[in-house]
């Protein structure tokens, strides 16, 4: 208690303030008064000098306090001000404090000043707001404090914790920077070996900043096989950092580029290149090594969100990993958007890069399976497809007559008549949505499924039974993204963690498994936040 008196110069008797504050209104003003206008979190628990901590110290423990009057001893009334509080008090009230509050805090008296040293209060900051669970006490033998760790390393880098994809081309990435004990660590996250589309992601780490010493947090490359060595982040706007090594001779390896590649495909394939018999695919492979390889860890990256949920949704959305032929597995982003459900490549390839929007799910336009007899010839099943999508043309063309008709309309004013069209389209619309909600719940739990003869898939342990399938469309292109088009597709439903599509056009299945990890600061803002970064992130794909 003593202790805490002497940092904020409050004794443990009420008359020992009336006795300070007396003294010095006779000075012509208190010390306690005085302004601060520093806001940064690494100075709200600086100032105040020694000969103020002294004089504090004689408010308390120089002589008896004065008797208090008769008419209002200590327990008559409450305290008018937040410097009569107890100091463990006030410890407690300001360790509650958002971090970012406390600089404010710090400006109002040299007083809450001297409090806001207690490092009892940024530690609990630095628990609370970014799940700091280490001790942080053992830092004292280092001599950095819990306020240096939450101001230097926490706080400083706050912007880019969260999903964040790499500008490597058209193969893009997913990375996540998190606050993993006294390091900030960004993780990027892999596939894991084709065709293995159940197993559990692979993460290696990129970078890593940390506190060493008082003065400033360190940035590390973690990039090669040499340890870590000195690297730079940059900020370069919002939702926007760039990493750059300074020291890309790490990277090297003694046999040359040969070891390298070897190295390399070891681990983002899991195999050698004996072991790759066919010929295109040792080219993509060859071609991916060659262009990412060359960045050296020098990358700039952009802030990706996951995407918001609704009760209406059918699986719940997020991100999976699925088979994508000659390529591998790539991660793909799932969203809904009303009736309509995209798949959005994070990681992509030289055909379809990543940002694109390699499927469309069109969720008002359920198909029904023939028996599984039948579902095993191609061309019925081909037949089925085509069939629903001529009818979503003709239903295309008719909205957009209906839409140049409310458009004529409007520009008329003195024809009301064009009001009723609006009426009955937006009454054809609900029709759509509530057919579609009937078709989903008359939709069985499970039904019968294989793939039609002739249908090559990477992975042959697909599941034999669906909840449903939808009419959707696949982006196909050659080599360099040249002459893309969306072709019809099959898009199957397995349970809430699988889903599978059928490409009609190149007779190849693609099956997709939920990324099964917990991302923290990946939420968007709003749903006008997630639709924008989508539109960027296809917007800078290649």
Request: charged share 25%; with cysteine.
């Amino acid at each position: 208690m003593a202790v805490c008196a002497r940092l904020c110069g409050v004794g443990p008797a009420r008359g020992c303030r009336r006795r300070g504050a007396a003294r010095e209104q006779r000075r012509g003003g208190a010390a306690d008064s005085e302004p601060d206008t520093d806001t940064d979190p690494e100075e709200a628990g600086g100032g105040g000098g020694a000969g103020e901590e002294d004089e504090d110290e004689e408010r308390i423990e120089g002589g008896r306090p004065a008797p208090p009057p008769a008419e209002a001893g200590p327990a008559a009334r409450a305290p008018l001000s937040l410097l009569e509080l107890p100091p463990e008090l006030l410890v407690q009230i300001f360790g509650s404090l958002p971090g970012t509050d406390l600089p404010s805090l710090a400006r109002v008296c040299t007083t809450f000043r001297r409090i806001l040293r207690t490092d009892t209060i940024w530690r609990r900051r630095c628990r609370e707001e970014y799940g700091v669970c280490e001790n942080l006490r053992k830092l004292e033998i280092t001599g950095v404090s819990c306020r240096d760790v939450y101001a230097k390393l926490l706080h400083r880098y706050r912007h880019i914790l969260g999903l964040w994809q790499p500008d490597i081309g058209p193969y893009g990435g997913l990375l996540n920077v998190v606050v993993d004990g006294l390091f900030i660590i960004g993780w990027m996250y892999l596939p894991p070996h084709d065709p293995h589309v159940d197993d559990p992601m692979r993460f290696k780490p990129l970078f890593r900043i940390h506190l060493m010493e008082r003065k400033c947090a360190t940035v590390e490359c973690m990039y090669g096989h040499k340890g870590p060595h000195n690297g730079h982040i940059q900020i370069v706007k919002k939702d926007e950092f760039s990493t750059k090594c300074n020291q890309t001779d790490h990277h090297r390896m003694s046999g040359g580029r040969q070891e390298e590649f070897r190295t390399w495909l070891r681990e983002e394939w899991g195999r050698t290149l004996e072991d790759i018999f066919h010929e295109h695919m040792q080219e993509l492979i060859l071609m991916k090594f060659i262009y990412t390889s060359q960045y050296d860890n020098c990358l700039t990256y952009r802030r990706i969100y996951l995407p918001p949920n609704s009760p209406d949704d059918l699986i719940k959305p997020g991100l999976f990993k699925g088979t994508y032929g000659s390529h591998g597995l790539e991660i793909v982003m799932l969203s809904f958007h009303g009736k309509k459900a995209k798949g959005t490549k994070i990681t992509g390839d030289p055909n379809i890069p990543a940002g694109q929007q390699t499927v469309e799910i069109d969720l008002a336009h359920p198909l029904q399976l023939p028996d599984i007899e039948n579902l095993r010839d191609f061309s019925e099943l081909s037949r089925i497809v085509l069939e629903v999508q001529e009818q979503v043309r003709r239903e295309e063309q008719e909205e957009e007559q209906r839409q140049e008709e409310e458009d004529r309309s409007q520009q008329a004013a003195s024809q009301p008549a064009a009001q009723p069209l609006g009426g009955e389209g937006a009454k054809g619309e609900e029709t759509a949505a509530g057919a579609e909600g009937v078709a989903q719940d008359k939709a069985p739990a499970s039904q019968p499924f294989v793939l039609p003869m002739g249908v090559i898939s990477r992975n042959e342990d697909y599941p034999r039974t669906c909840r449903i399938c939808f009419y959707g469309t696949g982006l196909i292109a050659g080599h360099g993204f040249t002459s893309p088009e969306r072709t019809p597709g099959v898009f199957v439903l397995f349970d809430d963690d699988r889903f599978g599509f059928i490409w009609l056009e190149l007779k190849s299945f693609s099956l997709y498994s939920r990324i099964k990890v917990s991302f923290q600061n990946a939420e968007a803002p709003s749903r006008e936040a997630f639709d924008e970064m989508l539109k960027n992130i296809q917007s800078l794909a290649p």
